[in-house]
């Protein structure tokens, strides 16, 4: 018999497809437990988990030998307190590949055809522009067929932004810390080799892990090296992008706009500059969200949990010391 320490906001998904040998304990959204958890060997923590309720949970249960976390970054979960016990880490790499990637493309796609502006003309009734004007020129409306792309981390979310902007004919950069050729990848460098190439570079998306390595990765050298006519998208931790130098490039023009997902600070105060730049697309950290999020990580929960019980390799097993 393992008992299991599910979510309140899985439970429904998740405790009907178990096997009859697995025993349920509940924890809500605060880290109140509904039954003894001291026994407990796997632990799938719930959306949007905070240090003080993840920290409760360990208190509670001394047992965990596998936690699921239901993201693919995990740098909120490698906390002291974690890393101090002996627990298996996996995540969902994979899982939030979909909606992610199709999020990218709806932030280059409102850039490159100035739909903020297309939008503001409809709300007042305005049909374009007169026709002695070039509207391509006046709306600065762009093509995607042979812009560069550079996506900082090939990883799976990565490689699904890059096979969805092969479909519009880009040509498709990428880094990674083992580069090896990969599908949809025109050139895939090392960690420290795409610096070279930014001034290539008209979208630059982030889509690496948060570690220690790249806390502020993208800063004031980085954003002085793009193109005016560049574009930055992050959908991975805002903690990667230094926003005060963002901020100042945005101010300065070093950059022609963002596409955010994510930023430092969530959610994002009133008071911050960001709000307020024309040419900044902010959205609530929501690019991952989709009606089929809870059915794949079902699918892999359910998986790690057959292959746990029968001692085989887990799936997405996190290296605690790299981050990722």
Not at 210 to 218: A, C, D, G, N
Not at 255 to 261: F, N, R, T
Request: hydrophobic share 45%; aromatic share 8%; net charge negative.
């Amino acid at each position: 018999m393992v008992k299991v320490i599910l979510p309140v906001d899985l439970i429904a998904e998740i405790e009907p497809k178990l096997p009859p040998d697995i025993q349920v304990v509940r924890v809500d959204s605060k880290g109140n437990i509904d039954g003894d958890a001291s026994d407990a060997e796997v632990y799938l923590n719930g959306f949007y988990l905070k240090r003080d309720v993840f920290e409760k949970v360990l208190d509670a249960a001394p047992k965990i030998r596998w936690q699921q976390a239901i993201s693919a970054g995990v740098n909120h979960i490698l906390i002291p307190k974690f890393l101090s016990r002996d627990i298996i880490l996996t995540n969902t790499a994979g899982v939030h590949a979909i909606p992610i990637s199709e999020f990218v493309l709806t932030f280059i796609l409102h850039h490159a055809k100035n739909l903020r502006k297309l939008e503001a003309l409809q709300a007042k009734h305005t049909w374009a522009l007169p026709p002695e004007e070039t509207s391509v020129k006046e709306l600065f409306l762009q093509e995607l067929t042979n812009a560069t792309l550079l996506i900082i981390g090939a990883g799976n979310i990565g490689q699904a932004i890059a096979s969805r902007a092969k479909a519009f004919n880009m040509r498709v950069w990428g880094s990674r810390r083992r580069p090896e050729p990969l599908p949809n990848f025109d050139k895939i460098v090392g960690v420290d080799e795409w610096r070279s190439l930014l001034p290539e570079v008209d979208y630059l998306v982030i889509a690496t892990p948060l570690t220690p390595e790249t806390t502020k990765l993208i800063d004031e050298s980085v954003l002085r090296a793009l193109r005016p006519s560049a574009y930055l998208i992050n959908i991975a931790r805002g903690a990667i992008v230094d926003e005060p130098a963002l901020i100042t490039a945005l101010r300065e023009g070093w950059i022609a706009g963002a596409g955010l997902d994510t930023v430092s600070t969530e959610p994002l105060p009133p008071d911050n500059p960001l709000w307020s730049f024309p040419n900044v697309f902010i959205t609530p950290h929501c690019s991952a969200l989709s009606p089929y999020l809870k059915e794949r990580l079902t699918e892999l929960f359910l998986d790690n949990l057959q292959r746990y019980q029968a001692g085989l390799p887990l799936r997405n097993v996190v290296d605690k010391q790299a981050g990722y």
